[in-house]
């Protein structure tokens, strides 16, 4: 029994040193060649399935997702209070060591007036679950 075959046409496909217009032919569950446009596909088998990607863009992938979680450390009020934003980080860094195809990181947004919540973005920081940090300012003028 052969594999089902898929070929991926007219695609923009980036490759680690250029990007090419072509062709991608799937075998199974790896590829199986990479064509430049134009070349024929021969459809052996009735499994044998083609899908139109022209004008898009073809990337590699492991199947994993990385996914900001950006949460903003502001005025205090609502989701913004100081011990709920913390509370949201914790959760999200809880999720971080369950099996899944999702990298969970945060994004945290920090207002530079919240002074009160300085001691907890120093203390978030230190432990190592902000992966990216960022101050808005919003004061007048």
Do not use: W
């Not at 052996?44 to 073809?58: H, K, N, V």
């Amino acid at each position: 029994m052969s594999q089902k075959r898929l070929c991926i046409r007219n695609a923009e496909m980036v490759l680690p040193d250029r990007v090419i217009k072509g062709d991608l032919l799937v075998e199974g569950d790896r590829i199986a060649e990479i064509r430049p446009t134009g070349l024929p596909v021969t459809a052996d088998e009735p499994s044998d399935q083609a899908l139109d990607a022209t004008r898009m863009y073809l990337l590699p992938g492991n199947g994993i997702t990385t996914m900001y979680h950006s949460v903003s450390l502001a005025d205090g009020v609502g989701v913004r209070n100081n011990d709920m934003v913390v509370q949201i980080i914790e959760n999200i860094v809880r999720h971080r060591n369950t099996r899944s195809s999702i990298r969970h990181r945060v994004h945290l947004r920090y207002e530079i007036t919240n002074l009160p919540g300085l001691q907890a973005v120093e203390h978030l920081l230190q432990q190592g679950k902000i992966d990216l940090l960022s101050y808005m300012d919003h004061t007048p003028g």
